[in-house]
């Protein structure tokens, strides 16, 4: 009995501090309201018109009319779709390995203060204030005979599906390494420098630190931009539409492209609908793999 | 010894990092005869080059996509990171999906739906949406900025008897400036250089940015290309970006420092 009437006496003086608390609640929800907005209407519709759109034939200009399951099975047998398929999976492992290589060496150059260790992070880090089609456009020409510096002692860009992959490749790399190599940088020093101490005391060599210290405490980082570089590669499209314009002979044509022509050459925003839902589903199943992966090692 | 190697290679490599940049303003200034700017001339002139109105229309899309990004940012940060509301971790949730669900997904659907809103081949659709994709960067930014300003300096200001948008003016946005100047400037860093959204949103050549008009002069030249005037399109892009970023860049790697590693 004795409690219920404290209680009672407690939420009375409790009231008006419950309304302020729900004032408060009102004006937080006031300030998020344009984030809701945006958010709302230019990513959650979208993302639900993008499905829709999938199930109809939805020609460029004219009335949208149900085609349920046409677009996904006129996407089995096309030649172009798988051919890009694999292309771009092969190149999301081949530039996710080589930039995360290049990333790391990058930040471990740069970890520790020396005189002009601030000009070798601004060189790095200069490329990504360059936006990326600039930059598409400054390899293209300075990997052409005509005016670029190795002349013809490189093989011209398109002359071979080699020759055209590891131009974008490299592109790729100079323009991204430096942006993964700062995030990278943040992970390193975030490590205290008392357990690398404690490692050289131990007598643990160079490469035991690295492998048993920096890498296991990098985690999150290192996931970070493992998914970062895996997503940007999936989607890949300023650098083979500039540089190689997806040749020779559709070799470098990348699953966003392959987008692109249905929506804006072949005029069928249906068909590119349903190839955006496939690299959504796509994109889904890396990062749940992804995240399966880090739970485990966690 | 590996300190001093390490330090070589380091030198070679921003070299090698710098190289393309140097060569690329050499080569945008070379013309057969020495040096000049008839590449310049020849950007600006020629049928497929700049016109003075891509230049503008460059420009009206950084400054509505910097302003919008600052606004909606500022405001829902100041919500994330200040208040509680109900559905705050659902929104804020969607809102860094927006980095899970890449863009070139999502624009066939962005196009039709802008022209639903009358927003087809538009600047402001344009920045509309380049602002939701600067969203989640900046929202986390902002979130981690106002939530790491101290209590007390708040209440002093509400028993000053500020209300909440006098507090958030007058003492807590001096307090996010870092966070404020790193939000900005990769904001016009993206909408300035951005090619895949103003291809697909803009049609008419009279709305173009400077950026389509430039891969314009690669790809709708069915002969050959003019390589020292894509030369000078790009030199001439970049100069601003380089320029920002180098008197910007303390605040703006440390803002994105502090960002990531709170993530």
Redesign the interface.
């Known amino acids: 009995m004795t409690m219920l009437a404290t209680r009672a006496v407690e939420a009375e003086a409790v009231t008006p501090r419950r309304r302020s608390r729900r004032r ?9 309201a ?3 907005f ?2 709302g ?7 639900g ?2 499905a829709w ?1 999938s199930l109809h034939r ?1 020609p460029l200009l004219g009335p949208p009319s149900m085609n349920v399951p046409d677009n996904y099975t006129a996407l089995s047998d096309d030649k172009l779709l798988s051919t890009a398929l694999w292309f771009t999976l092969k190149y999301t492992v081949l530039v996710t390995v080589l930039l995360f290589v290049i990333s790391f060496g ?1 930040a ?3 970890q ?1 203060r ?1 005189r ?1 260790v601030a ?6 880090f ?2 990504a ?6 930059a598409s ?6 990997l ?1 005979s ?2 670029g ?1 190795f002349g013809s002692k490189l093989p011209s860009v398109s002359s071979s599906p080699t020759a055209a992959l590891s131009s974008a490749v490299g592109l790729v790399l ?1 323009r991204f ?2 942006f993964n190599m ?2 990278l ?2 992970g390193l020093q ?1 490590i205290p420098t008392e357990v690398y101490e404690a490692a050289r005391l131990d007598g643990a060599s ?1 490469w035991q630190t690295f492998r048993s210290i920096t890498l296991p405490l990098m985690r ?2 290192i996931a ?1 931009v493992l998914t970062l570089m895996v ?2 590669s ?2 890949a ?2 650098q083979f ?2 540089l190689t ?1 997806g040749g020779p002979d559709n070799s470098t044509t990348s699953l ?1 492209m392959v ?2 022509r249905k ?2 050459i072949e005029l069928d ?1 249906g068909s ?2 349903a190839v ?2 496939l ?2 589903v796509l ?1 889904l199943i890396v ?1 749940v793999v992804q995240l399966r992966v880090l739970r485990r090692r966690s | 010894m590996r300190f001093g190697m390490s330090r070589v290679t380091g030198a070679a490599l921003a070299i090698l990092f710098l190289f393309p940049l140097v060569w690329s303003a050499w080569a945008s200034v070379r013309t057969p005869s020495g040096f000049g700017l008839a590449n310049y001339q020849r950007l600006f002139t020629s049928d497929n080059g700049i016109r003075f109105e891509h230049v503008a229309n460059s420009l009206a899309v950084s400054a509505m996509t910097v302003g919008g990004t600052l606004l909606v940012a500022t405001l829902g940060g100041y919500a994330f990171g200040r208040f509680h509301f109900p559905g705050k971790n659902i929104l804020f949730l969607l809102t860094l999906a927006i980095l899970m669900v890449p863009y070139a997904t999502i624009l066939i659907a962005l196009y039709v739906l802008l022209g639903w809103i009358g927003l087809q081949d538009s600047l402001i659709g344009l920045s509309l949406v380049l602002i939701m994709f600067q969203l989640p960067f900046s929202i986390f930014m902002m979130r981690n900025a106002f939530e790491a300003i101290p209590n007390e300096l708040e209440e002093s200001a509400q028993i000053d008897g500020c209300g909440s948008i006098a507090t958030l003016v007058r003492v807590l946005l001096p307090a996010v400036r870092p966070g404020l100047v790193t939000v900005s400037l990769f904001a016009f860093l993206t909408s300035w250089g951005e090619f895949f959204a103003p291809l697909i949103l803009l049609n008419s050549t009279d709305k173009f940015t400077m950026m389509l008009a430039v891969v314009n002069m690669r790809t709708a030249t069915f002969g050959a290309i003019d390589y020292p005037a894509l030369e000078a399109g790009v030199t001439f892009m970049a100069i601003p970006c380089l320029i920002l970023f180098v008197v910007l860049q303390r605040s703006y790697v440390r803002g994105f420092m502090s960002g990531a590693l709170r993530g």
Request: aromatic share 16%.
């Open positions: 408060k609640q009102l004006i937080g929800a006031l300030y998020a344009p984030t809701a945006v958010v209407l230019f990513f959650l519709v979208p993302l018109l993008v759109m939805w990058l471990l150059i740069v520790h020396f002009g000009i070798l992070r601004t060189a790095f200069l490329p204030a360059v936006g990326f089609a600039s456009l400054l390899f293209l020409g300075l052409s005509e005016i510096p100079w390494a430096g700062l995030i940088l943040t975030a160079w999150t980082t970070l997503s940007g999936l989607l499209f300023d539409w500039i314009r966003v987008i692109y929506a804006f925003l590119a609908a955006s839902v690299l959504l994109l990062s």
